[in-house]
Nanobody
Framework: QVQLVESGGGLVQPGGSLRLSCAAS????????VGWFRQAPGKEREVVAS????????YYVDFAKGRFTISRDNAKNTVYLQMNSLKPEDTAEYYC????????????WGQGTQVTVSP
C-alpha cells in the first residue's frame, strides 16, 4: 500500500504561482507513475500532468504545457507540480495519484489540496 499526501494549495491571484507537493510513503517501490489530477465544482476530474517514478518521463495535458512543471525528488519520495501564470479557471481541488504498472489504473490517491485563483 502506498500513502500519498498533498500540500501546497492555497489562494493566489491571477498570474501568480504555487508549488504543490505529493509526498509518498509506504510501499513506494511498487509505484510506476504519479499523476496530478484536478476537479473543479460541477466538473469531471481531469488529468493535469504525470511523471514516471524514475523521473525520466513526463506528460502534460495541453492546458498545462508551458505553465506547469512536474518533477520528482528521489531522496524525498516527493513529486511536485510547479504552477505558474495561474488563471481563475485553474481553481480546483488538486489530487495526486499513483499507479503500479505501465498504463495501469491510478488506484492510490491522496486527500487533495485546494487551489483557488482569484483577485
Amino acid at each position: 500500500q502506498v500513502q500519498l499526501v498533498e500540500s501546497g494549495g492555497g489562494l493566489v491571484q491571477p498570474g501568480g504561482s504555487l508549488r504543490l507537493s505529493c509526498a509518498a510513503s509506504g510501499r513506494t517501490v511498487s509505484i510506476f507513475r504519479v499523476g496530478w489530477f484536478r476537479q473543479a465544482p460541477g466538473k469531471e476530474r481531469e488529468v493535469v500532468a504525470s511523471i514516471s517514478w524514475s523521473g525520466t518521463n513526463t506528460y502534460y495535458v495541453d492546458f498545462a504545457k508551458g505553465r506547469f512543471t512536474i518533477s520528482r525528488d528521489n531522496a524525498k519520495n516527493t513529486v511536485y507540480l510547479q504552477m505558474n501564470s495561474l488563471k481563475p479557471e485553474d481553481t480546483a481541488e488538486y489530487y495526486c495519484a499513483a499507479n503500479q504498472y505501465n498504463a495501469g489504473p491510478f488506484d492510490q490517491w491522496g486527500q487533495g489540496t485546494q487551489v483557488t485563483v482569484s483577485p
